[in-house]
């Protein structure tokens, strides 16, 4: 949105700079982005009298001028044809830079005779493309300031041209008018009246306007005048330079009066010729399918539903977007309709996206213009062109009604100062709101038409804040929930997680954060895939339902990296995965991926491809940091997505699952396109036990005194049975002494017969009250056998 300052005071008086003006309007939300001020690059300029002008002793077309300056009596050397003795001009010393030239002038000899200076024409000072002379001034005195003189015989030239960023949700700021409002509710001046008198109607309109029943909620409200005898041509000077200055380029003055209300009051208008118009005008939807040459001589395919503005020749106009070239005014011009309506915003941003054509009026009623103003600006356009361009008005054509947008809202001044934080009194706040156009009956707001924005009790405050200033805010601390050190705020589930991060990190995979959705085939290889997990609107087909595991999610970006030729990875993830589409069906995973080998080739011949051991290793480590009990059991019976021999649940019991490490069963890599050797780890770090003990301190550690004893025990069992249910079955003879068990023999063969193994295992006994006698030792060797062979159907071996 630009505008110039001079525009700006037309409805604003206002003593404020320039600089007031820039810094209110970015601190009220008016975002200044640009200024573009004339009188900078002209300050240095200043005006002088040629004295005398006598021809070069070497060139014909020069002269040498003297020149009375702010210096005093200055030789200056010119060649444009009217230097002469007795003008007045415009003069650059020694040092000026001229902008029109890119050059600054200095002292210098032409043809061996001395010049101290210019004497400009209006292109070398950018005031316009003249180049046949320098300018001549009809006023002024010896050094005086060129840019004075011009501010007060032709403002124009050196008016500022401010351009601020208007936010949708301030239509009203679109126009001038809307902009000084603010500024006044800010204190920087006073607003002008700027009501209309209407022209009085001189006969009754020749010409009819109707609204289609399915129109009305797109066009709710109608207006216009006819104007006979008018005589278009050449726009006025001053609006001829206020249009060039905002970047538009002047027409006709009728074309040129519509987009001056545009961006003076936000009030976009439309002149039809009426000499071109037949018969009355109707304000329809589009079958679809017609065309229409625009004003910018295009030709728009309408679509269905679009509303226009018909004759009987068919449409004339896209309502609310732009006008047609046929019923469009030109130098003939003598009678017109002005049309002034309200158009709903969504109907005419659809139709503008769907044309693709970028308008002053689409831009404005997309936004929301205000339709109680409909017939008021119409009168002041109609006031415009009867003063300036002659005519005779006719009564108001209307079809429709003013929306009724009236609302109102509650102030309350407390709830103010506690929601903007700033101590705004009562009284300040109400002459705010009022000087805003807001109306206050009591403690209600009544709501102004211009306002669409303004939808409730919030949005009262923020108008009292912002134009309050909100760089007045000063920042205070929270004040303390209690005394003294403050409790942690972390859960416990959150502090695991940090750990799992740092712990997994340290072990040397890298961290990966996949999308929480994944594509059905591969949620269904790891138990998902189901309807409860299926996305309504899907990203893409590739994202259609919620992960059930963080296993997917690894595997396809080590096939990605493996793709790109990266084939040993070592990947991990802290995350949810869900198994329903409610709130609360998930559950935390830490999840570690090792695919390849442990390292590159070396001489020694240490790399090796990554085996089961490798994921249970790292997975015990990362149980260890999270707090899990030392004493565990690890079982079979992992998911199918392992592979069924080379995986493991690490549990606390049958029911009690931490855990789950082992190889990703190879049907799972052929799917998702990974090269193996693959293992992995799972952990569940919610089913890990609280500690009973809250303290951050561990306690002192229990070291014993006494003596440990091993004793080694032989089984012999079905070839079937596993090695684990045998050490687990020892392990539980008793758990307070027994300090572990291991496996470290297995035989086959020989003497023992087919379908028959030997296992032999070390169980370490550590007593913690006293020394264990021979008896104790024998006990406790007696209940280790009865218990293996009670699980596995072996005996002891002899």
């Known amino acids: 949105m630009k505008f110039t300052l001079s525009w700006l005071k037309s409805h604003l008086e206002t003593d404020a700079s320039i600089d007031d003006i820039l810094y209110a309007l970015t601190d009220l939300g008016l975002e200044v982005e640009g200024v573009e001020n004339p009188a900078e690059k002209l300050r240095d300029f200043t005006i002088g009298f040629v004295a005398s002008a006598e021809k070069h002793p070497d060139a014909d077309k020069l002269r040498v001028c003297q020149v009375e300056t702010m210096d005093g009596p200055t030789q200056i050397i010119c060649g444009a044809p009217n230097a002469r003795e007795g003008i007045t001009v415009v003069v650059a010393s020694p040092g000026t830079y001229v902008p029109g030239i890119d050059t600054t002038i200095g002292v210098g000899k032409i043809r061996g005779v001395e010049s101290f200076g210019m004497m400009c024409s209006e292109r070398e000072m950018e005031l316009s493309e003249e180049h046949d002379g320098i300018i001549e001034l009809p006023s002024g005195e010896v050094g005086q300031s060129f840019t004075d003189w011009l501010a007060e015989n032709d403002p124009a030239k050196v008016d500022p041209v401010i351009e601020i960023a208007i936010t949708p949700n301030r239509p009203d700021a679109l126009g001038v008018r809307g902009i000084a409002r603010d500024l006044a509710a800010r204190g920087l001046g006073k607003m002008k009246d700027r009501t209309v008198d209407p022209v009085p109607a001189a006969f009754k309109a020749d010409i009819g306007v109707t609204i289609d029943t399915d129109t009305l909620d797109g066009c709710p409200v109608f207006c216009g005048r006819v104007i006979r005898g008018v005589k278009n041509g050449p726009s006025p000077q001053w609006l001829q330079d206020q249009l060039r200055v905002i970047g538009l380029r002047p027409i006709s003055f009728l074309v040129d009066v519509t987009n001056f209300f545009t961006y003076d009051l936000n009030r976009p208008l439309h002149v039809f010729d009426l000499g071109k118009v037949m018969g009355d005008l109707r304000v329809h939807r589009a079958k679809g399918g017609e065309t229409l040459v625009a004003l910018d001589d295009k030709e728009y395919t309408l679509q269905t539903g679009q509303m226009v503005i018909s004759d009987d020749n068919g449409p004339e106009s896209i309502a609310g977007v732009m006008g047609g070239l046929e019923t469009g005014c030109t130098e003939e011009t003598t009678d017109v309709f002005i049309e002034s309506a309200y158009w709903d915003p969504v109907q005419i941003a659809y139709t503008g996206r769907a044309l693709k054509i970028n308008s002053d009026a689409r831009y404005r009623f997309e936004r929301g213009v205000d339709p109680a103003f409909t017939p008021e600006g119409l009168e002041h356009a109609v006031r415009m062109i009867v003063d300036h361009a002659g005519g005779e008005a006719s009564e108001l054509v209307q079809a429709g009604d003013v929306p009724d947008t009236s609302r109102v809202y509650k102030l309350d001044a407390k709830r103010v100062i506690s929601l903007v934080g700033m101590d705004i009194p009562e009284a300040e706040q109400r002459q705010t709101l009022t000087a805003l156009g807001f109306t206050l009956d009591g403690d209600i707001a009544h709501v102004p038409s211009w306002r669409p924005d303004v939808m409730g009790e919030a949005d009262l405050v923020e108008e009292v804040a912002r134009v309050a200033s909100l760089t007045k805010l000063a920042g205070k601390p929270l004040p303390k929930a209690e005394d003294g050190v403050p409790k942690p705020i972390l859960t416990s589930s959150q502090r695991r997680a940090s750990i799992a991060r740092r712990s997994v990190a340290a072990l040397g995979y890298n961290e990966c954060v996949t999308y929480s959705f994944i594509d059905k085939a591969a949620a269904t290889l790891f138990g998902g895939g189901d309807d409860a997990t299926m996305l309504e609107n899907p990203i893409s087909s590739e994202m259609s339902h919620m992960r059930p595991a963080l296993l997917p999610g690894l595997l396809q970006a080590a096939a990605r990296n493996q793709a790109r030729g990266f084939m040993d990875v070592a990947l991990f993830e802290v995350g949810d995965a869900f198994h329903g589409g409610e709130p609360g069906e998930q559950h935390q995973m830490v999840t570690g991926l090792l695919v390849g080998r442990t390292g590159p080739k070396d001489v020694q011949g240490e ?192």
């Open 607 to 798: 790399s090796r491809a990554v085996d089961v051991y490798d994921a249970k290793a790292d997975a015990e480590a990362v149980l260890s940091a999270l707090g899990a009990p030392a004493k565990v059991q690890i079982m079979r019976g992992a998911d199918d997505w392992w592979h069924p021999g080379r995986s493991g649940k690490i549990c606390l019991g049958p029911k009690k699952v931490l855990g789950v490490f082992g190889e990703i069963h190879p049907k799972i890599l052929r799917e998702l396109d990974v090269k193996g050797p693959a293992v992995g780890f799972t952990l569940w770090p919610a089913e890990i036990p609280l500690p009973k003990n809250k303290s951050a301190n561990k306690g002192a550690m229990q070291v014993t005194d006494l003596q440990a004893v091993e004793r080694d025990f032989s089984f012999v069992v079905d070839a079937n049975v596993e090695a684990l249910t045998l050490v687990n079955a020892a392990a539980g003879a008793d758990k307070a002494l027994i300090e572990n068990v291991r496996v470290f023999d297995e035989f086959i063969g020989g003497s023992l017969g087919d379908g028959k193994k030997s296992l032999a295992i070390t169980v370490r006994l550590q007593p913690a009250d006293k020394t264990l006698k021979e008896d104790d030792i024998a006990a406790v060797g007696a209940k280790i056998v009865e218990k293996v062979v009670k699980a596995t159907g072996g005996e002891l071996r002899g």
